[in-house]
């Protein structure tokens, strides 16, 4: 039986070595790694998929009914990654419990949707999906702390292009009975993966990784770890905490804007179909891309990128007047407006440090939540001149908030 050793790196990391991740759990760090992808695909269905639904929603609800239904849900799955960071630092929550929770609630929201009930929706779905989205990627960074980001990528853009299935058959067979469906096959699909999750112990690190080498070798690439571990309260207190929370809940808004407003927009029911597709895979395979981006001219540039491309793709779409303008316009505000969250987790880890790096992008991530509180009260009530310029301005000025970012206590020269 292999006896784990404890060593730390040069700037007092501690990391566990000496066993191997079956040893450890009896399964395979790449089984852990597909079950939280299989997961993530289902819950996105609620907040991808809803715009889909709009078009046929708007029989029985207003466009900004509709508009605050699926900000509520935002704010309660956004809402929802910090006390599951908490409860998961004090092992109170399992992973497997957490999945269990999220995946009845998932299909419930569904299936109240399916009665009628805008506030079922956004509440049960939306914390669970919340449930679901931070006990992945929580129990993907701990499985593989040297690829963080390129794990996180992968799963969290299934949470975007996993929905596209749904927002296709949305388009050609809604009605009660399917939600009612969807919302079965959701959460038997989220509990399925809940039973194969399980988190390593603290610390542990793969043994085909030298751990001191590896850190030796971060501090000379473009993303170099934290100067200090950071609690969430002294985060806080970074100037720099609050730039990056400002350009995500520009982006937010801008990206749930896009999920309401572009099938309205576009007039034709099926090409406004098509253009919400494009926009979701778009979003899902653009965070694995841009995640591989990063690695190689550095998270804060990348997210700078995104950030802008998603508000010049407002004007795209707005100004576009052909099929090709449109779906070249979804494309871009996919690949912009979206991926800023999978280098969330990379970018909050490594300025505020990795021993609270799951708390500290529980708050962060509450600023996909002030996202859509700002598209729901600026942008819902606007019509589409205004609301897309507004937007395009928002994106920009994300990726503006974003150039000043630098890991505190680092000198810029």
Same mark, same amino acid.
């Not at 605050?68 to 935002?74: G, N, Q, R, S, V």
């Not at 309660?76 to 599951?84: N, S």
């Not at 730039?243 to 982006?251: E, I, K, P, R, S």
């Given at each position: 039986?292999?006896?784990?050793?404890?060593?730390?790196?040069?700037?007092?990391?501690?990391?566990?070595?000496?066993?191997?991740?079956?040893?450890?759990?009896?399964?395979?760090?790449?089984?852990?790694?597909?079950?939280?992808?299989?997961?993530?695909?289902?819950?996105?269905?609620?907040?991808?998929?809803?715009?889909?639904?709009?078009?046929?929603?708007?029989?029985?609800?207003?466009?900004?009914?509709?508009?605050?239904?699926?900000?509520?849900?935002?704010?309660?799955?956004?809402?929802?990654?910090?006390?599951?960071?908490?409860?998961?630092?004090?092992?109170?929550?399992?992973?497997?419990?957490?999945?269990?929770?999220?995946?009845?609630?998932?299909?419930?929201?569904?299936?109240?949707?399916?009665?009628?009930?805008?506030?079922?929706?956004?509440?049960?779905?939306?914390? #669970?999906?919340?449930?679901?989205?931070?006990?992945?990627?929580?129990?993907?960074?701990?499985?593989?702390?040297?690829?963080?980001?390129?794990?996180?990528?992968?799963?969290?853009?299934?949470?975007?292009?996993?929905?596209?299935?749904?927002?296709?058959?949305?388009?050609? !067979?809604? #009605?009660?009975?399917?939600?009612?469906?969807?919302?079965?096959?959701?959460?038997?699909?989220?509990?399925?993966?809940?039973?194969?999750?399980?988190?390593?112990?603290?610390?542990?690190?793969?043994?085909?990784?030298?751990?001191?080498?590896?850190?030796?070798?971060?501090?000379?690439?473009?993303?170099?770890?934290?100067?200090?571990?950071?609690?969430?309260?002294?985060?806080?207190?970074?100037?720099?905490?609050?730039?990056?929370?400002?350009?995500?809940?520009?982006?937010?808004?801008?990206?749930?804007?896009?999920?309401?407003?572009?099938?309205?927009?576009?007039?034709?029911?099926?090409?406004?179909?098509?253009?919400?597709?494009?926009?979701?895979?778009?979003?899902?395979?653009?965070?694995?891309?841009?995640?591989?981006?990063?690695?190689?001219?550095?998270?804060?540039?990348?997210?700078?990128?995104?950030?802008?491309?998603?508000?010049?793709?407002?004007?795209?779409?707005?100004?576009?007047?052909?099929?090709?303008?449109?779906?070249?316009?979804?494309?871009?505000?996919?690949?912009?407006?979206?991926?800023?969250?999978?280098?969330?987790?990379?970018?909050?880890?490594?300025?505020?440090?990795?021993?609270?790096?799951?708390?500290? !992008?529980?708050?962060?991530?509450?600023?996909?939540?002030?996202?859509?509180?700002?598209?729901?009260?600026?942008?819902?009530?606007?019509?589409?001149? !205004?609301? !897309?310029?507004?937007?395009?301005?928002?994106?920009?000025?994300?990726?503006?908030?974003?150039?000043?970012?630098?890991?505190?206590?680092?000198?810029?020269?």
């Amino acid at each position: 039986m292999p006896v784990a050793t404890y060593v730390r790196d040069h700037v007092g990391r501690l990391y566990r070595v000496g066993e191997t991740d079956v040893e450890v759990s009896g399964r395979s760090r790449r089984t852990v790694l597909w079950a939280a992808w299989a997961a993530m695909l289902a819950a996105g269905v609620g907040q991808y998929g809803f715009g889909a639904l709009i078009p046929q929603l708007q029989d029985r609800w207003s466009v900004p009914e509709l508009f605050w239904a699926l900000a509520l849900w935002t704010l309660c799955q956004a809402g929802t990654a910090f006390p599951v960071a908490w409860l998961r630092e004090q092992k109170r929550l399992t992973s497997s419990g957490a999945m269990w929770i999220g995946a009845v609630l998932c299909g419930a929201g569904l299936v109240t949707l399916a009665q009628g009930q805008l506030i079922g929706y956004s509440i049960l779905g939306g914390v #669970g999906a919340g449930l679901v989205y931070a006990t992945c990627l929580s129990t993907v960074v701990r499985w593989y702390p040297e690829k963080v980001t390129r794990k996180v990528a992968f799963v969290s853009g299934a949470f975007a292009y996993g929905s596209v299935p749904f927002v296709l058959a949305a388009g050609a !067979f809604f #009605g009660q009975e399917f939600l009612w469906q969807a919302g079965v096959v959701i959460a038997l699909i989220t509990a399925t993966a809940g039973a194969v999750m399980k988190d390593p112990p603290e610390h542990w690190w793969p043994p085909d990784v030298a751990p001191r080498e590896w850190a030796l070798d971060r501090a000379r690439v473009p993303n170099r770890s934290a100067l200090k571990e950071f609690r969430t309260h002294e985060a806080m207190r970074c100037g720099t905490f609050w730039w990056l929370y400002g350009g995500v809940a520009f982006a937010a808004a801008v990206s749930l804007y896009d999920l309401v407003y572009l099938p309205l927009f576009v007039g034709d029911r099926a090409l406004g179909v098509v253009a919400l597709a494009t926009l979701a895979a778009a979003t899902g395979t653009g965070r694995v891309l841009v995640g591989w981006i990063s690695e190689r001219i550095g998270r804060r540039r990348a997210l700078v990128w995104t950030l802008a491309t998603g508000g010049l793709a407002q004007f795209v779409l707005l100004y576009s007047q052909n099929v090709a303008g449109l779906i070249i316009g979804a494309t871009l505000a996919g690949l912009g407006t979206g991926c800023c969250y999978s280098l969330l987790v990379g970018v909050s880890r490594e300025y505020f440090g990795e021993t609270n790096g799951a708390q500290n !992008f529980g708050v962060l991530y509450t600023a996909k939540a002030a996202g859509a509180l700002i598209a729901a009260v600026v942008l819902a009530s606007q019509g589409p001149m !205004f609301a !897309f310029t507004a937007a395009g301005v928002l994106g920009l000025a994300g990726a503006v908030l974003s150039k000043h970012l630098s890991q505190p206590g680092r000198p810029r020269l």
